[in-house]
């Protein structure tokens, strides 16, 4: 069955960086883009970008491109997350989850989601 | 503001059927069917309930149905139940800046 699983909540201070893990089971990890998507509490979904875990090829909403990066590691099935120069309003559980086979694919299965915190 | 538009909130009661709608525009949910939908429980990951504008993941209950209408999306819950109560969130595949995905801003479902 297809698993994504995240890394543990993160507290960190405005101005530091915070990188997010997802590690992938159950599926063909080359086969399948990724989504990044994030909640603030009390609030709605909110979409990252995306993944090609194949040739890691990335593409960003507008509002994160310059402060977050997506990687991929093929060897373990894992993809991250950076996100840089944080400030209190990226407090938010991010959650990874499977796109399609195309770019065009919207999230299926998602991970348990992480928790980061931004405070002083 | 949130790209796609959902009603804040919608109510029923056990038994009765109910629409939640997610409006659009060309760019995104009438240019493409590309819709899915999801619930969420609180503190919990979102569920995927449609995908495709109108087909069903296996071991979602056939209560659950989606349909889409120029840029307008619905997802339509009949026989309502307690467990149904959650949030309700749209999603399409959009160009309407860069390539990616919109959600809309969530429908609270409450079961009198």
């Known amino acids: 069955q297809v698993q994504l699983v995240q890394s543990g909540a993160e507290v960190k201070k405005p101005g530091a960086s915070v990188k997010v893990s997802c590690k992938a089971s159950?599926?063909?990890?080359?086969?399948?883009?990724m989504h990044w998507v994030r909640q603030a509490p009390g609030q709605g979904l909110e979409w990252m970008g995306i993944i090609d875990p194949s040739g890691g090829s990335t593409s960003y909403a507008q509002k994160f491109q310059g402060r977050v990066i997506m990687t991929r590691d093929t060897s373990t099935a894992t993809v991250y997350m950076e996100v840089s120069s944080l400030r209190s309003e990226d407090t938010a559980v991010y959650y990874c989850?499977?796109?399609?086979?195309?770019?065009?694919?919207?999230?299926?299965?998602w991970g348990q989601g992480t928790l980061v915190t931004v405070s002083s | 503001q949130s790209a796609l538009t959902q009603p804040a909130s919608v109510s029923g009661s056990p038994g009765q059927s109910i629409t939640i709608s997610c409006t659009g525009t060309?760019?995104?949910?009438?240019?493409?069917?590309?819709v899915s939908w999801y619930q969420q429980y609180p503190g919990k990951a979102p569920k995927l309930m449609i995908y495709?504008?109108?087909n069903r993941p296996s071991g979602v209950s056939n209560r659950f149905s989606g349909s889409k209408s120029g840029n307008t999306a619905s997802l339509t819950i009949s026989g309502l139940q307690a467990e149904d109560e959650a949030d309700y969130y749209c999603s399409s595949y959009t160009r309407r800046s860069t390539l990616g995905v919109v959600f809309g801003g969530g429908t609270k479902l409450t079961v009198l």
């Open positions: 060309s760019s995104d949910v009438g240019g493409y069917n590309y």
């Open positions: 989850a499977r796109g399609g086979m195309a770019v065009a694919g919207l999230p299926d299965y």
């Open positions: 495709d504008v109108s």
């Open positions: 159950g599926y063909t990890f080359t086969s399948y883009y």
